[in-house]
């Protein structure tokens, strides 16, 4: 079994930044995601990588604004947000999986955190 604990949601103005946290504990995974939803739509994939070789994906909506990086030493996953919109207002979900490939699918993650709020305003 794999734990996800999310940190770091909030409140903030469009422009600002956040910072997410998500601490891996339990079985080794190789490719970490984050993911959201916002009430009434469907969650979507944001970001991913993998721990080997540090590949990275990103959803077109958030490129150039939020960056995913890792620190092994503690088994951490971060999402640096930066220029924050209002439309970035959702849930953040982490997710793991053990498997590198299909990185923006939700259902190829077996492992979810409980996901920590985002909220944005104009």
């Not at 930044?17 to 979507?44: D, H, I, V, Y």
């Not at 439309?87 to 498997?99: F, H, S, V």
């Amino acid at each position: 079994q794999v734990q996800l604990v999310e940190s770091g949601g909030g409140l903030v103005q469009a422009g600002g930044s956040l910072r997410l946290s998500c601490a891996a504990s339990g079985r080794t995974t190789n490719t970490m995601g984050w993911f959201r939803q916002a009430p009434g739509k469907e969650r979507e994939f944001v970001a991913a990588m993998t721990w080997t070789d540090t590949n990275t994906n990103y959803a077109d909506s958030v490129k150039g604004r939020f960056t995913i990086s890792g620190d092994n030493a503690k088994n951490t996953v971060y999402l640096q947000m930066n220029s924050l919109k209002p439309e970035d207002t959702a849930l953040y979900y982490c997710a793991a999986k053990r498997a590198r490939y299909y990185m923006t699918s939700a259902p190829t993650y077996p492992y979810w955190g409980q996901g920590t709020q985002v909220t944005v305003s104009s």
